[in-house]
């Protein structure tokens, strides 16, 4: 064999290409977790942007609904009211909605929980006021854990939830 003198240039020529070639693949290996953090970001954020129109709307028919349930006067005959019926087919089409696009069981549970009671008030004469307003707070604290989960939801200075309802 050569001397080191000879045997030299080749080993750290050799041992360069293989120090290029870790440091690319650790820099490909960078590049594609950041890549991939990203996108998983920009997925999350279109996500929640679409979760979020699909709750304002089953919340817009929802308010609908109880509105027009407890403002009817007792003994009228809700068999005829066809907008009433109507909306309530609408807030069950806006629950389907929330049931395709929850990333959460506790967001479906509480639309159900929550579209059962408006529909109970809407069908019967004695609305029970506190059931239908506990659905309400129990659906709006899984939709907010599930547009924003693992964050703490602040209710400091606005009143905590359940409170004197």
Same mark, same amino acid.
């Given at each position: %064999?050569?001397?080191?003198?000879?045997?030299? #240039?080749?080993?750290?020529?050799?041992?360069?290409?293989?120090?290029?070639?870790?440091?690319?693949?650790?820099?490909? *290996?960078?590049?594609?977790?950041?890549?991939?953090?990203? $996108?998983?970001?920009?997925?999350?954020?279109?996500?929640?942007?679409? $979760?979020?129109?699909?709750?304002?709307?089953? $919340?817009?028919?929802?308010?609908?609904?109880?509105? @027009?349930?407890?403002?009817?006067?007792?003994?009228?005959?809700?068999?005829?009211?066809?907008?009433?019926?109507?909306?309530?087919?609408? %807030?069950?089409?806006?629950?389907?909605?929330?049931?395709?696009?929850?990333?959460?069981? #506790?967001?479906?549970?509480?639309? *159900?929980? *929550?579209?059962?009671?408006?529909?109970? @008030?809407?069908?019967?004469?004695?609305?029970?006021?506190?059931?239908?307003?506990?659905?309400?707070?129990?659906? %709006?604290?899984?939709? *907010?854990?599930?547009?924003?989960?693992?964050?703490?939801?602040?209710?400091?200075?606005?009143?905590?939830?359940?409170?004197?309802?």
């Amino acid at each position: %064999m050569g001397s080191w003198g000879t045997l030299g #240039p080749a080993v750290l020529s050799l041992a360069g290409v293989a120090l290029g070639a870790a440091g690319s693949l650790f820099g490909q *290996y960078l590049v594609s977790r950041a890549s991939a953090r990203q $996108l998983d970001i920009e997925q999350s954020a279109v996500h929640r942007a679409e $979760l979020k129109g699909v709750i304002l709307r089953f $919340l817009g028919v929802a308010f609908r609904v109880q509105k @027009a349930a407890l403002a009817d006067p007792p003994g009228e005959d809700r068999e005829e009211d066809g907008t009433l019926a109507e909306l309530v087919e609408d %807030m069950w089409l806006a629950h389907a909605e929330i049931d395709l696009a929850a990333g959460t069981e #506790p967001l479906r549970g509480a639309a *159900y929980r *929550y579209a059962a009671r408006l529909t109970e @008030a809407a069908n019967t004469d004695a609305a029970d006021r506190a059931a239908l307003h506990q659905a309400q707070v129990q659906f %709006m604290d899984a939709a *907010y854990d599930d547009l924003w989960p693992g964050r703490q939801r602040v209710t400091e200075g606005v009143g905590a939830s359940g409170g004197d309802a």
